[in-house]
């Protein structure tokens, strides 16, 4: 097991290009994952009026930042074009799918509390990403060739591979050998939401239920408290922070 965690920049080429492709993967489940929980709780009518509306506000998005980077596409499409660019171009589009993933989450909570309200776009919300944080942490093990249940070498290792990780700014600090404190220190988010005036938004109950079962994907030993996360008050150098705790 390696003493020092992998991250992006360690990865060759070949990996890069393998992670662009399950970045894409990793998105189109998220967006599954929020029209089958629209649709449990609302009804496929609902469901159906919600992805239409989510995808009009989507796709201008998605296009506008893919667009540079595949300008020069030939006809042998996306997989070919994105093996022949340099480095710093496929770190690029690591940034830019993350970022279009954020997005279509984000428009999926609006289209549903458009049509059911806040508390309905919350529930849809912390339902799909209970879900997809437990897939996402499956997917990351793959990709690094680690098994589930390798404890908190694997968690924080882990953490570096998240959609997440390559638009927000974020700590992992084993604290002894049972225990690892995470925090995210700039929330793309919160952040925004900080420059325009506004407080932020109350992520508690969603991260709780996402930080579980992302520690859960990784090792069901994992449990996991909350430091703190909006809208709890909280320090300038993190806007939530969270404790695993590895078990019996």
Known sequence: MDCIPRTVDDLSDEQLDELAVDYCRR????????????????????AIDCEREAMERFLPIMNRRLGPVFSSMDDDGFLAHAKRLDRDAKLHLLKVISKNWLALDGVWFQAVEGRKGLEAAMASNNAAWESFAFVEARHILRLLGRDVGEGLDSLMESFNFRLYATINRQTA???????????????????????????DYPCKNAGTVEYRRFGEGIDPRLRVECVGCPPDDHPDEWFCKWRYVLGP
């Open 173 to 199: 600090v084993m604290i002894d050998d049972r225990t690892l404190e995470f925090e995210m220190n700039d929330c793309r988010v919160q952040s925004a939401r900080k420059r325009k005036g506004l407080a």
């Open 27 to 46: 998105t189109l489940i998220h967006h599954g994952l929020w029209f089958t929980e629209v649709q449990k709780r609302e009804g496929l009518e609902t």
